[in-house]
């Protein structure tokens, strides 16, 4: 069974059919299919990837698309939407993208409510920084986060530019911690650029969001992984493939020590992560966790062919 524990629809260029074509051109079974919800967002990039379009492309491909819903937990009924999601078909909490601090009541909320039902949560983490964006909210709504931080780079929109201050995702790992401890038998799956920065032990002295160059010892994460078994992490998007790929020596070291709990994943991001694992030399057994047992022990995938 291969999966892509990571992947969005209507996202960086892909329509349903798109996943679809993506799925079977390259063998892979199903994938993740997340969202990205806050009902308030900030002036930072931001693109609204309903749960309604994902549950939608899930009726369509019940044998290809596993379904998650990571509603806002800023909202007072988040727990409760997720319930109710839950029963129509939604197997997982993610993307979990909040400006809130995982020791928030809200947010604990919302992590009881997937604790109880049995899902694992997905979650990006990203440090807060000083970012340009456009001033017009029409223009910021149709610029992915890929696209914002190419306009900024041109002159084009400088003029309409205001510079303001990202507040960051989940951006602390000691209350991370505490919610590992706080709620054991819930699995929580790492991503994003500042989870992964700490691959590497010179993370807090690097101000790159995508440090490159050899890992310089074992970063805050490998600690996590071995404290607490409910920790995971998909190694999707630029975030995952370049720690990985900034040092292919000492990812063939994390990806074999941590084998059981690392999921393969793309975010849309084609960045060539399946020829670079191939090129790694693990062992078999580690390939067939990271390219699907991993992701099948934490959800319930259908055999292909199945009614929804
Ligand atoms: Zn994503």
Not at 41 to 70: C, N, T
């Amino acid at each position: 069974m291969l999966v892509d524990s990571h992947m969005h629809v209507n996202f960086n260029g892909f329509a349903l059919n798109d996943i679809i074509k993506y799925l079977d051109t390259n063998r892979i079974d199903c994938c993740w299919l997340l969202t990205w919800e806050e009902v308030q967002p900030g002036k930072w990039p931001y693109q609204h990837l309903p749960v309604e379009e994902v549950f939608d492309a899930y009726s369509k491909h019940p044998d290809r698309i596993v379904p998650m819903y990571a509603p806002d937990p800023t909202m007072d009924d988040a727990a409760a939407k997720l319930e109710s999601w839950h029963q129509r078909g939604i197997r997982g909490c993610g993307e979990l993208k909040t400006t809130l601090n995982w020791d928030s009541p809200r947010l604990r909320g919302l992590l009881a409510a997937a604790a109880k039902l049995g899902v694992p949560v997905v979650f990006h983490m990203e440090e807060a920084r000083s970012i340009l964006t456009p001033q017009s909210t029409a223009i910021r709504d149709r610029l992915v986060c890929a696209a914002a931080r190419l306009a900024t780079r041109t002159h084009l929109f400088k003029s309409r530019l205001e510079r303001l201050t990202f507040p960051g995702y989940l951006l602390d790992f000691a209350s991370l911690e505490r919610a590992l401890n706080d709620f054991p038998e819930l699995n929580f799956i790492g991503h994003g650029l500042m989870f992964w920065k700490y691959i590497s032990a010179d993370a807090p002295q690097r101000r790159e969001s995508l440090p490159t160059g050899p890992v310089t010892g074992e970063g805050l994460i490998w600690r996590l992984f071995r404290e607490h078994p409910n920790l995971y992490a998909d190694i999707s998007g630029d975030s995952g493939f370049n720690a990985l790929a900034r040092d292919p020596a000492n990812a063939k070291v994390f990806l074999s020590t941590f084998a059981d709990r690392i999921l393969y994943g793309t975010d849309n991001v084609m960045a060539g992560q399946r020829q670079f694992l191939d090129s790694l030399g693990l062992a078999p057994r580690t390939y067939s966790r990271l390219y699907g047992e991993n992701a099948c022990s934490l959800v319930r995938v259908p055999p292909r062919g199945a009614p929804p």
